[in-house]
Protein backbone atom coordinates (compact mmCIF):
# COMPACT_ATOMS: atom_id res chain seq x y z
CA UNK A 1 0.00 0.00 0.00
CA UNK A 2 0.86 3.78 0.04
CA UNK A 3 0.36 6.17 1.98
CA UNK A 4 0.79 9.46 1.16
CA UNK A 5 1.59 12.01 3.91
CA UNK A 6 2.73 15.60 4.97
CA UNK A 7 5.73 16.01 6.59
CA UNK A 8 7.64 19.24 7.11
CA UNK A 9 5.63 20.61 4.11
CA UNK A 10 6.35 18.16 2.10
CA UNK A 11 4.32 15.51 0.55
CA UNK A 12 6.31 11.63 0.78
CA UNK A 13 5.05 8.78 -0.32
CA UNK A 14 5.25 6.03 1.95
CA UNK A 15 5.08 2.45 0.34
CA UNK A 16 4.11 0.76 4.06
CA UNK A 17 3.65 -2.85 4.62
CA UNK A 18 2.17 -4.74 7.56
CA UNK A 19 5.06 -5.05 10.41
CA UNK A 20 6.92 -2.64 9.32
CA UNK A 21 8.80 -0.53 12.08
CA UNK A 22 9.29 3.02 12.52
CA UNK A 23 11.96 4.73 15.13
CA UNK A 24 11.79 7.94 15.43
CA UNK A 25 13.92 11.02 16.89
CA UNK A 26 12.64 13.96 18.30
CA UNK A 27 14.83 17.06 18.77
CA UNK A 28 13.59 20.70 20.32
CA UNK A 29 10.97 20.81 22.55
CA UNK A 30 11.13 16.71 23.18
CA UNK A 31 15.00 16.19 22.96
CA UNK A 32 15.50 17.22 27.15
CA UNK A 33 12.29 14.70 27.83
CA UNK A 34 14.19 12.20 25.91
CA UNK A 35 14.17 9.15 28.31
CA UNK A 36 15.16 6.58 25.68
CA UNK A 37 19.22 5.75 25.79
CA UNK A 38 20.58 5.70 22.05
CA UNK A 39 20.12 7.97 18.78
CA UNK A 40 16.46 6.78 18.06
CA UNK A 41 14.13 7.84 20.85
CA UNK A 42 10.68 6.19 19.68
CA UNK A 43 9.23 2.86 18.27
CA UNK A 44 6.15 2.00 16.50
CA UNK A 45 4.51 -1.12 14.09
CA UNK A 46 2.22 -0.63 11.36
CA UNK A 47 -0.51 -2.71 12.01
CA UNK A 48 -2.66 -2.06 8.40
CA UNK A 49 -2.63 0.11 5.39
CA UNK A 50 -3.51 3.16 7.62
CA UNK A 51 -2.61 2.56 11.11
CA UNK A 52 0.53 2.06 14.20
CA UNK A 53 0.24 1.00 16.86
CA UNK A 54 2.42 2.75 19.52
CA UNK A 55 2.97 3.42 23.41
CA UNK A 56 3.21 6.43 24.87
CA UNK A 57 3.68 8.48 28.26
CA UNK A 58 0.43 10.62 27.81
CA UNK A 59 -1.46 7.85 25.86
CA UNK A 60 -0.62 4.46 26.75
CA UNK A 61 -0.68 1.78 23.46
CA UNK A 62 -2.82 3.31 21.13
CA UNK A 63 -3.90 3.16 17.51
CA UNK A 64 -3.44 5.88 15.23
CA UNK A 65 -3.80 6.92 11.53
CA UNK A 66 -0.53 6.98 9.77
CA UNK A 67 -1.28 10.65 8.12
CA UNK A 68 -2.11 12.23 11.75
CA UNK A 69 1.05 10.33 13.29
CA UNK A 70 3.74 11.70 10.94
CA UNK A 71 2.45 15.11 11.67
CA UNK A 72 4.07 15.18 14.85
CA UNK A 73 7.42 13.21 13.47
CA UNK A 74 10.81 15.30 13.09
CA UNK A 75 12.84 12.14 12.06
CA UNK A 76 12.26 8.53 10.96
CA UNK A 77 13.71 5.08 9.51
CA UNK A 78 11.48 2.81 8.28
CA UNK A 79 12.45 -0.80 8.67
CA UNK A 80 10.91 -4.40 7.36
CA UNK A 81 11.52 -7.92 7.99
CA UNK A 82 12.23 -10.23 5.33
CA UNK A 83 9.73 -12.76 5.29
CA UNK A 84 5.87 -10.84 4.86
CA UNK A 85 4.34 -13.60 6.42
CA UNK A 86 6.11 -13.45 9.58
CA UNK A 87 5.66 -9.33 9.62
CA UNK A 88 1.99 -9.78 8.84
CA UNK A 89 1.73 -12.07 12.26
CA UNK A 90 3.68 -9.31 14.39
CA UNK A 91 0.83 -7.01 12.54
CA UNK A 92 -1.73 -8.99 13.91
CA UNK A 93 -0.90 -9.68 16.99
CA UNK A 94 0.06 -5.95 17.93
CA UNK A 95 -3.38 -4.60 18.31
CA UNK A 96 -3.87 -7.09 20.98
CA UNK A 97 -1.29 -4.64 23.28
CA UNK A 98 -4.27 -1.97 22.71
CA UNK A 99 -5.51 -0.32 25.88
CA UNK A 100 -2.63 -1.30 27.95
CA UNK A 101 -1.40 1.75 30.14
CA UNK A 102 2.49 3.11 29.29
CA UNK A 103 5.13 1.67 31.80
CA UNK A 104 8.59 2.98 30.82
CA UNK A 105 10.55 0.45 31.92
CA UNK A 106 8.69 -2.47 30.53
CA UNK A 107 11.26 -3.36 28.11
CA UNK A 108 14.09 -3.45 30.10
CA UNK A 109 13.15 -6.69 31.54
CA UNK A 110 14.07 -9.73 30.56
CA UNK A 111 10.76 -11.82 30.02
CA UNK A 112 7.66 -9.95 29.55
CA UNK A 113 4.94 -12.03 30.56
CA UNK A 114 1.10 -11.42 30.91
CA UNK A 115 1.84 -9.92 34.67
CA UNK A 116 4.07 -7.44 33.20
CA UNK A 117 1.80 -6.84 30.32
CA UNK A 118 -0.88 -5.57 32.57
CA UNK A 119 1.42 -3.33 34.53
CA UNK A 120 2.03 -1.20 31.02
CA UNK A 121 4.09 -1.43 28.16
CA UNK A 122 6.21 1.15 26.54
CA UNK A 123 7.24 1.59 22.10
CA UNK A 124 9.84 -0.37 22.33
CA UNK A 125 7.93 -3.25 24.37
CA UNK A 126 4.76 -2.74 21.77
CA UNK A 127 7.13 -4.01 18.87
CA UNK A 128 9.00 -6.59 20.69
CA UNK A 129 6.08 -8.73 22.16
CA UNK A 130 4.15 -8.58 18.63
CA UNK A 131 7.45 -9.84 17.19
CA UNK A 132 8.00 -12.27 19.96
CA UNK A 133 4.67 -13.76 18.86
CA UNK A 134 5.67 -13.57 15.12
CA UNK A 135 9.04 -15.10 15.98
CA UNK A 136 7.87 -17.70 18.67
CA UNK A 137 10.79 -16.25 20.37
CA UNK A 138 11.80 -13.20 22.29
CA UNK A 139 14.34 -11.02 20.50
CA UNK A 140 14.83 -8.54 23.70
CA UNK A 141 15.33 -5.48 22.36
CA UNK A 142 15.11 -3.15 25.15
CA UNK A 143 15.36 0.30 23.02
CA UNK A 144 14.70 1.60 19.36
CA UNK A 145 18.59 1.29 18.51
CA UNK A 146 18.71 -2.10 19.77
CA UNK A 147 16.13 -3.48 17.26
CA UNK A 148 18.21 -1.52 14.89
CA UNK A 149 21.25 -2.76 15.48
CA UNK A 150 19.60 -6.49 15.83
CA UNK A 151 20.07 -6.48 11.98
CA UNK A 152 16.99 -8.75 11.22
CA UNK A 153 15.51 -5.51 9.38
CA UNK A 154 16.32 -3.97 6.39
CA UNK A 155 15.97 0.13 6.43
CA UNK A 156 13.65 0.55 3.41
CA UNK A 157 12.99 4.32 4.31
CA UNK A 158 14.62 7.67 5.80
CA UNK A 159 14.21 10.93 6.49
CA UNK A 160 16.27 13.08 9.11
CA UNK A 161 15.90 16.87 9.60
CA UNK A 162 18.02 19.00 6.88
CA UNK A 163 18.42 16.65 4.23
CA UNK A 164 16.26 17.94 1.50
CA UNK A 165 14.01 14.45 0.38
CA UNK A 166 13.33 11.41 2.17
CA UNK A 167 15.24 8.50 0.94
CA UNK A 168 13.43 4.91 0.09
CA UNK A 169 15.39 1.91 -1.06
Not at 99 to 127: A, D, E, P
Request: positive net charge; charged residues 20%; contains cysteine.
Amino acid sequence: MCINILNQKESINIMMQHGDIFLTRHFDTYENQNTSPGYWNHAAICSDENHIIESTKESGVVKLEVSEWFKSIQNYIVLRYGDKDVAMKAAQYAPSLLNNKYRMISSFFNFIGNRRIRKGLNCVSVVRLSYKYAFAIDPRWVTPDSILNSNLFKIVGKYEEGNSQPQYF
